[in-house]
């Protein structure tokens, strides 16, 4: 099984729609939990990270069940320029190196 | 936000041949650096761990006399991938960890390794 898990998509959904994306983790000893956006033949970049508490920037709201262990993102009003692959990204205690799920793809179409 | 440079972006060369990648912080010191790699449609896959002063530490299934790693100073880390086949092709991307960071990476653009 997967460390970091992932639909891999895509999701097509139309400008201004909303999208919900979730990503399940194995390992309980997690610690800190991350967006990250990634554009085609480029490098990860933070989206945000992610707390128990959720949080929200702008249109994106990030929530984290440690409980269940899955992390979700959510991105409201859709533009084209969101039209990237976001991958879910976990930190666990004593280790050092990010582990990165597979990635969503979203495409969002005019 | 910090910098992290990585030269060359691109680079194809013929099988057999070696080649070196570097990995730069250009606004604030790395004790370690992370070296990823990936191919078409997977995600990023952990390499190996650069500390700076020491040995790296390789992942599970990761040749290190294949992949050789420095990390001679607080801002440069390099990988060198010894005698290329094509099944090394792939994108190599590198991220740097500040000295007084919490989880934070910031990550390099990329190298996009193509053997012939």
Redesign the interface.
Known sequence: RKEVEQDPGPFNVPEGATVAFNCTYSNSASQ?F?WYRQDC??????LMSVYSSGNEDGRFTAQLNRASQYISLLIRDSKLSDSATY?CVV?SRGR????????TRLQVQP | GAVVSQHPSRVICKSGTSVKIECRSLDFQATTMFWYRQFPKQSLMLMATSNEGSKATYEQGVEKDKFLINHASLTLSTLTVTSAHPEDSSFYICSARALDSTDTQYFGPGTRLTVL
């Not at chain 1, 033949?41 to 933070?46: A, D, G, I, N, S």
């Not at chain 1, 050092?96 to 990635?103: D, K």
Request: overall charge positive; glycine content about 12%; proline content about 6%.
């Open positions: 800190s991350f033949r480029k490098e990860p970049k933070l991958l930190n050092r190196a990010l582990t990165f799920g597979s990635g």
